[in-house]
T-cell receptor
Framework: EAQVTQNPRYLITVTGKKLTVTCSQNMNHEYMSWYRQDPGLGLRQIYYSMNVEVTDKGDVPEGYKVSRKEKRNFPLILESPSPNQTSLYFC????????????FGEGSRLTVL | QKEVEQDPGPLSVPEGAIVSLNCTYSNSAFQYFMWYRQYSRKGPELLMYTYSSGNKEDGRFTAQVDKSSKYISLFIRDSQPSDSATYLCAMRVDYKLSFGAGTTVTVRA
């Protein structure tokens, strides 16, 4: 089954404790992206990657890091999480950027205390 | 000012009604226009996309784009309880994709 898989789905952590949210897709997509979703603000792009070893900042990259060492994986790293990073995070991938069809994961709900 | 403005609702309609959703945008460079549907506790899924001004129909769904007014709409005819979800407009220029805040729709049986 074609899918984007994120882990963990739910996480409660404390300020400053490094964490990684993994994302993996099995559709051989070149483009992958991370979003956060907050009430009233919608989906905001954090980082995106057009291919292996090619990443770029989205609208809200502060406090996040990403890497794209393999085509299928695109982990999101929070080196020192803060409470304002409490959010619902989505990973997405796409095979054809111009048409804009993104395939989203199920989401990872992160709470930073 | 946000690049994409969308009325968050919520919107509650009886089954069979026409649902009308819309977004405005400020960036005239946007090239592709999309509507995503998001069910509770799920990731968004693409509903419709269009490239040019005008109408596009897909079953009970019609997407409209008016580039001159920087305004896009989604109409859902004969709405069903299964249409209850949050609808997000999205717009793309190159690799940048911008979303509206989403409108939550409830269709009452």
């Amino acid at each position: 089954e074609a899918q984007v898989t994120q882990n963990p789905r739910y996480l409660i952590t404390v300020t400053g404790k490094k964490l990684t949210v993994t994302c993996s897709q099995n559709m051989n997509h070149e483009y992958m992206s991370w979003y956060r979703q907050d009430p009233g603000l919608g989906l905001r792009q954090i980082y995106y990657s057009m291919n292996v070893e090619v990443t770029d900042k989205g609208d809200v990259p502060e406090g996040y890091k990403v890497s794209r060492k393999e085509k299928r994986n695109f982990p999101l790293i929070l080196e020192s999480p803060s409470p304002n990073q409490t959010s619902l995070y989505f990973c997405a991938s796409s095979y054809n950027i111009p048409t804009g069809e993104l395939f989203f994961g199920e989401g990872s709900r992160l709470t930073v205390l | 000012q946000k690049e994409v403005e969308q009325d968050p609702g919520p919107l509650s309609v009886p089954e069979g009604a026409i649902v009308s959703l819309n977004c405005t945008y400020s960036n005239s460079a946007f090239q592709y226009f999309m509507w995503y549907r998001q069910y509770s506790r799920k990731g968004p899924e693409l509903l419709m996309y269009t490239y040019s001004s005008g109408n596009k129909e897909d079953g009970r769904f019609t997407a409209q784009v008016d580039k001159s007014s920087k305004y896009i709409s989604l109409f859902i005819r004969d709405s069903q309880p299964s249409d209850s979800a949050t609808y997000l407009c999205a717009m793309r220029v190159d690799y940048k994709l911008s979303f509206g805040a989403g409108t939550t729709v409830t269709v009452r049986a």
